[in-house]
Every structure is written in structure tokens, then in C-alpha cells.
């Protein structure tokens, strides 16, 4: 699939020293360096309808920050994204509307990569589709079933979670929220037949009026985990690179906390039982964006959308600071004034970068970069900027405009 455009990154400052990038991990809850030389990340990408909304937005903004603070230190990254673009609500949207649900798809990713672009996100190395990625897709069914951990129902095909070392045991949840969670997104934990009620499906026999594709196991389609395993490692694996040996196949997972589980719990699981080793070696999520006290989601509707504030005369700069101006792991209630906000601290910080004489601007710099390493502390790097513009205001003399407005450019993606 075709990605959006390249963004210009202005050169780092090669002097500069980068503190490592330290990140919480979902999991385990502890703070972790991204270590690795060559950065190997996969975030899950969209189903393509209703695109892109805030919190989509939110989610690819926060490993934006991630992936420009990695090049930025002089390391390779090596960056896929995924569209689910055969899905059941896909499929339930586009016949509620009365439309092909590939013309549905299309039109949703055109919209998508215009957002992107807007946002100015670094675009993936790797943007696939499930449809144009299917021969890699059974390709990894193949790996999965030749374990033997998988059996078949009816001609569905579900991975065997008890043949799998720590499926069960290290559920990120307890079993009862687990099996709650599973069924409201997705999974089928009441089916008669299946071994253990959580045991994910992995490929899909053929039901009438749907979409389906041959296999060696018959027609049909994949389960959802199982799609972002074949894209990941097709794409990912042998990327991670650090000193010492890496015991998992990618870098880093990441996606909205709504992921969290089963999603990305059953796509390591699914991940290990092929290739007998971890799957990412961080798992990062991001809060969920709530407008008006409830969570934004297509199933309320009640979703603030991005190009709508483009149509309102929102810049894609102005969207992207107030949505990066905050902790990412915290759910986030939206409100209108947070781009008031954006909107006059840009201007404060504009004016300000345009005087004849500016404050000293190596101390902020360096201020932007320890905050962002610190597990991307944008408020406290942008809380460092207003620091400076005050003193600006003041009359400080003896920094560089031009110093600074990079600096903002490459860690923070906001241009002036
Ligand atoms: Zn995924």
C-alpha cells in the first residue's frame, strides 16, 4: 500500500548528546530503554472507516514522538504499520451504508493519509493492507498450524492457548475481567467446542455473502492477531540490533490502551508459539481520548474527527500540539480549548522565535530532549519553551532562533 509522503527532519546536532529513550512498559509497568541500535516498531494501524478520528490521531502522534527522537539519536529505524482492511465492522459499515466495502476501504485511507501528512507524522517503511499482504498471512498460518498447537472447529481454525508455555498463566487481567474484555472486542469466548474460552481463531471458514480467499486449509479468511504476527515478522524480524543479543523478534508493539488486551497479549502469544521466542520487546500504549466525558468510539458515536477540524480552520499544526501537550498513558477528556490553547501558545512561541535578539536557547534544547527521553515528557519539554519565551519577553539576549525552531521540528514535529 502506498504510505503518505516523507517529512523533512532538520539534521540533528551531531555534538549533542541523546540520554537513552526510557519508556513504560504496558506490561510490566517499569521503565524501559529503547536500546536497540536499528529500531524494529510496529503499530497497528487502522480499520479503515471512520478515519481518523482524535484518538487515532493521538495514538500514531505519541510513536511519531518516539520515532523521531530514535533518528534524531543516530539510529535506524525501521517502522510498519498495518490496515485492517478485511474486518467484520468494516464489513458491517459498509452494508448498514450500502457500499462495496472496498470502495469504503479506499476512500477511508485516502482520508487517512491526508490526515497524516497534515499531522506531519513520519510515515511507515512498511504500509500494508491484510488483502495485499494474504499469501504472507496464510504463509504464517501455515507455520502456526505446523506447530501443532492449533485445532479445528468446523472448519474454523483456533490456536490451542494451553500448548502455548505462559498463555494462561500470565494473562495481563484476571480470567473473569479477561473473558469480559475478549468478548466485547471480538473474541468468541462462549462458543461451543473450543477447548479454552479464550483460545483465539486464527483462520475463519467461508460464511456466505463475505469476502474469502483460498488456502491450503481451505477458503476463508484470518483471525485479526494473526495478521499483525505475519506483517511484523515478515517485515521486522532480524531489524532489532543492540549490543547484546536480542531475545525478541521486533522492538517495540504498540497501539490505543484498547489493544492492550487481547490484541497485542494474543498476537505475542500467537508470535511466540511460531517463533519460540518473545514477540516485542516493549509493548507501549496510549490513553483513550474521551469528548464530552465519554470515551470517543464508533460504537457511541461520538468521535471528533480530524479533517472535520481542518474543515473549522485547525491547522495540522495546532491539532497535533494539543493532542501531544500531555502524559500519552493518561485517557484524555478533549475539550475545544485545548486548541485555543495550542493556537496562542504557537503564537507566543512564534512571535517570540521572531525577535532580533532571543534567550540563550542551548539550555531549552537540551531541556526538550532529556524531557522527551523521559518517557515523553512533552509537557515538560513544552513547559521549558514557555520557560524561555518569558524570558525572551524579557529581554534575554545570546541564543539562536534558528537553534530552537529546529529543535522543535525534529522532537516535537511542530514547525513555525
Ligand atoms: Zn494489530
Given at each position: 500500500?502506498?504510505?503518505?509522503?516523507?517529512?523533512?527532519?532538520?539534521?540533528?546536532?551531531?555534538?549533542?548528546?541523546?540520554?537513552?529513550?526510557?519508556?513504560?512498559?504496558?506490561?510490566?509497568?517499569?521503565?524501559?530503554?529503547?536500546?536497540?541500535?536499528?529500531?524494529?516498531?510496529?503499530?497497528?494501524?487502522?480499520?479503515?472507516?471512520?478515519?481518523?478520528?482524535?484518538?487515532h490521531?493521538?495514538?500514531?502522534?505519541?510513536?511519531d514522538?518516539?520515532?523521531?527522537?530514535?533518528?534524531?539519536?543516530?539510529r535506524t529505524?525501521?517502522?510498519?504499520?498495518?490496515?485492517t482492511?478485511?474486518?467484520?465492522?468494516?464489513?458491517?459499515?459498509?452494508k448498514?451504508?450500502?457500499?462495496n466495502?472496498?470502495?469504503?476501504?479506499?476512500?477511508?485511507?485516502?482520508?487517512?493519509?491526508?490526515?497524516?501528512?497534515?499531522?506531519?507524522?513520519l510515515?511507515?517503511?512498511n504500509?500494508?493492507?491484510v488483502?495485499?499482504?494474504?499469501?504472507?498471512?496464510?504463509?504464517?498460518?501455515?507455520?502456526?498450524?505446523?506447530?501443532?498447537?492449533?485445532?479445528?472447529?468446523?472448519?474454523d481454525?483456533?490456536?490451542?492457548?494451553?500448548?502455548?508455555?505462559?498463555?494462561?498463566?500470565?494473562?495481563?487481567?484476571?480470567?473473569?475481567?479477561?473473558?469480559?474484555?475478549?468478548?466485547?472486542?471480538?473474541?468468541?469466548?462462549?462458543?461451543?467446542?473450543?477447548?479454552?474460552?479464550?483460545?483465539?481463531?486464527?483462520?475463519?471458514?467461508?460464511?456466505?455473502?463475505?469476502?474469502?480467499?483460498?488456502?491450503?486449509?481451505?477458503?476463508?479468511?484470518?483471525?485479526?492477531?494473526?495478521?499483525?504476527v505475519?506483517?511484523?515478522?515478515?517485515?521486522?524480524?532480524g531489524?532489532?540490533?543492540?549490543?547484546?543479543?536480542?531475545?525478541?523478534?521486533?522492538?517495540?508493539?504498540?497501539?490505543?490502551?484498547?489493544?492492550?488486551?487481547?490484541?497485542?497479549?494474543?498476537?505475542?502469544?500467537?508470535?511466540?508459539?511460531?517463533?519460540n521466542?518473545?514477540?516485542?520487546?516493549?509493548?507501549?500504549?496510549?490513553?483513550m481520548?474521551a469528548?464530552?466525558?465519554?470515551?470517543?468510539?464508533?460504537?457511541?458515536?461520538?468521535?471528533?474527527?480530524?479533517?472535520?477540524?481542518?474543515?473549522?480552520?485547525?491547522?495540522?499544526?495546532?491539532?497535533?500540539?494539543?493532542?501531544?501537550n500531555?502524559?500519552?498513558?493518561?485517557?484524555?477528556?478533549?475539550?475545544?480549548?485545548?486548541?485555543?490553547?495550542a493556537?496562542?501558545?504557537l503564537?507566543?512561541i512564534?512571535?517570540?522565535?521572531?525577535?532580533e535578539?532571543v534567550?540563550?536557547?542551548?539550555?531549552?534544547?537540551?531541556?526538550?530532549?532529556?524531557?522527551?527521553?523521559?518517557?515523553?515528557?512533552?509537557?515538560?519539554?513544552i513547559?521549558s519553551?514557555?520557560?524561555?519565551?518569558?524570558?525572551?519577553e524579557?529581554?534575554?539576549?545570546?541564543?539562536?532562533?534558528?537553534?530552537?525552531?529546529?529543535?522543535?521540528?525534529?522532537?516535537?514535529?511542530?514547525t513555525?
Amino acid at each position: 500500500m502506498r504510505s503518505w509522503p516523507s517529512v523533512y527532519l532538520p539534521p540533528s546536532d551531531n555534538s549533542a548528546e541523546h540520554p537513552p529513550l526510557r519508556l513504560t512498559d504496558s506490561y510490566s509497568s517499569k521503565k524501559e530503554e529503547l536500546e536497540d541500535f536499528a529500531v524494529a516498531s510496529y503499530v497497528c494501524g487502522i480499520t479503515p472507516y471512520d478515519a481518523t478520528h482524535l484518538g487515532h490521531a493521538a495514538t500514531y502522534l505519541t510513536f511519531d514522538l518516539i520515532h523521531r527522537f530514535v533518528i534524531a539519536s543516530g539510529r535506524t529505524l525501521h517502522y510498519t504499520q498495518n490496515i485492517t482492511d478485511i474486518d467484520e465492522p468494516l464489513l458491517e459499515r459498509a452494508k448498514r451504508d450500502n457500499q462495496n466495502w472496498e470502495d469504503l476501504a479506499t476512500s477511508q485511507i485516502d482520508l487517512f493519509r491526508e490526515d497524516m501528512t497534515e499531522l506531519r507524522i513520519l510515515p511507515p517503511n512498511n504500509y500494508l493492507g491484510v488483502v495485499e499482504s494474504m499469501s504472507t498471512v496464510i504463509k504464517y498460518i501455515k507455520a502456526l498450524i505446523a506447530t501443532g498447537k492449533t485445532y479445528d472447529l468446523q472448519g474454523d481454525i483456533y490456536l490451542d492457548l494451553s500448548k502455548v508455555q505462559g498463555a494462561l498463566e500470565n494473562l495481563p487481567v484476571a480470567i473473569n475481567e479477561a473473558l469480559n474484555i475478549f468478548a466485547a472486542r471480538g473474541g468468541d469466548p462462549g462458543r461451543a467446542g473450543k477447548r479454552h474460552p479464550l483460545d483465539t481463531l486464527i483462520w475463519s471458514v467461508e460464511r456466505p455473502g463475505e469476502p474469502s480467499w483460498q488456502s491450503p486449509f481451505g477458503t476463508g479468511r484470518p483471525g485479526w492477531h494473526i495478521e499483525c504476527v505475519a506483517i511484523a515478522l515478515e517485515t521486522l524480524t532480524g531489524q532489532p540490533s543492540s549490543e547484546k543479543e536480542s531475545s525478541a523478534s521486533i522492538s517495540l508493539q504498540g497501539g490505543g490502551s484498547d489493544l492492550r488486551f487481547p490484541h497485542h497479549y494474543m498476537t505475542s502469544v500467537q508470535a511466540r508459539a511460531i517463533t519460540n521466542r518473545s514477540f516485542a520487546k516493549t509493548y507501549l500504549h496510549t490513553g483513550m481520548i474521551a469528548w464530552q466525558g465519554e470515551k470517543m468510539s464508533k460504537s457511541l458515536g461520538n468521535l471528533v474527527f480530524v479533517s472535520k477540524l481542518r474543515e473549522a480552520g485547525w491547522s495540522g499544526n495546532e491539532i497535533r500540539f494539543a493532542l501531544i501537550n500531555r502524559d500519552y498513558r493518561v485517557d484524555l477528556n478533549w475539550e475545544m480549548r485545548m486548541l485555543e490553547e495550542a493556537r496562542a501558545n504557537l503564537h507566543r512561541i512564534n512571535s517570540a522565535l521572531s525577535r532580533e535578539e532571543v534567550a540563550p536557547t542551548r539550555y531549552v534544547v537540551s531541556k526538550i530532549r532529556d524531557s522527551i527521553s523521559n518517557d515523553l515528557n512533552v509537557e515538560g519539554a513544552i513547559a521549558s519553551v514557555l520557560d524561555w519565551c518569558s524570558e525572551t519577553e524579557l529581554g534575554a539576549k545570546g541564543g539562536s532562533a534558528g537553534e530552537l525552531s529546529r529543535a522543535l521540528d525534529l522532537y516535537l514535529g511542530i514547525t513555525l
